[in-house]
T-cell receptor, first 114, second 110 residues
Framework: KAGVTQTPRYLIKTRGQQVTLSCSPISGHRSVSWYQQTPGQGLQFLFEYFSETQRNKGNFPGRFSGRQFSNSRSEMNVSTLELGDSALYLC?????????????FGAGTRLSVL | LAKTTQPISMDSYEGQEVNITCSHNNIATNDYITWYQQFPSQGPRFIIQGYKTKVTNEVASLFIPADRKSSTLSLPRVSLSDTAVYYCLVALTGGFKTIFGAGTRLFVKA
């Protein structure tokens, strides 16, 4: 069974631009969560989608948004990029959004904002 | 909010047993405790999950005392390839939000 696939693996953008990251979950998984990982802040939860609905959102500005499609694939968008948005963005999928559901992570998208 | 506290780093030698303890004083009744392993430039990988007492799988054991305010990940006979960051995760009840702690950087020496 294929794992979680994130594309692209690397991105370089400049301040003020916007970016869209993609995540394909494991087949059959209906929940997708997004995380930002930086050396200074560690792993921080962005948001979670289940059945095309955002179920939870972390403490990030509105420039960070996401969506989930009917096939459970998800995208996240960051508008008006800032230097501080440089990070590894991780996507995780799980069967559902129950507390005990294990999250399976992709390899991440490394975003560099210049 | 349930917050986790782990040692920042630990050193060990090949073949030794390593125990990493995570403190989660505000854990809620329905919260599960999950541990992940992360190598540089990769996503975290699931190791083990438990709710209470002891859980064992082919790679690790998880010990959870009765009050559930802490948990200990036990890695038997570590090897160099176990050098990684280990995260303790407690899922929050009601919101399904997940908070990763700072993680423990384990360095295994030959």
């Amino acid at each position: 069974k294929a794992g979680v696939t994130q594309t692209p693996r690397y991105l370089i953008k400049t301040r003020g631009q916007q970016v869209t990251l993609s995540c394909s979950p494991i087949s059959g998984h209906r929940s997708v969560s997004w995380y930002q990982q930086t050396p200074g802040q560690g792993l921080q939860f962005l948001f979670e989608y289940f059945s095309e609905t955002q179920r939870n959102k972390g403490n990030f500005p509105g420039r960070f948004s996401g969506r989930q499609f009917s096939n459970s694939r998800s995208e996240m968008n960051v508008s008006t990029l800032e230097l501080g948005d440089s990070a590894l963005y991780l996507c995780a999928s799980s069967l559902a959004n129950r507390l005990e559901d294990i999250q399976y992570f992709g390899a991440g998208t490394r975003l560099s904002v210049l | 909010l349930a917050k986790t506290t782990q040692p920042i780093s630990m050193d060990s030698y090949e073949g030794q047993e390593v125990n990493i303890t995570c403190s989660h004083n505000n854990i809620a009744t329905n919260d599960y405790i999950t541990w992940y392993q992360q190598f540089p430039s990769q996503g975290p990988r699931f190791i083990i999950q438990g709710y209470k007492t002891k859980v064992t799988n082919e790679v690790a054991s998880l010990f959870i005392p009765a009050d559930r305010k802490s948990s200990t990940l036990s890695l038997p006979r570590v090897s160099l390839s176990d050098t990684a960051v280990y995260y303790c995760l407690v899922a929050l009840t009601g919101g399904f939000k997940t908070i990763f702690g700072a993680g423990t950087r384990l360095f295994v020496k030959a």
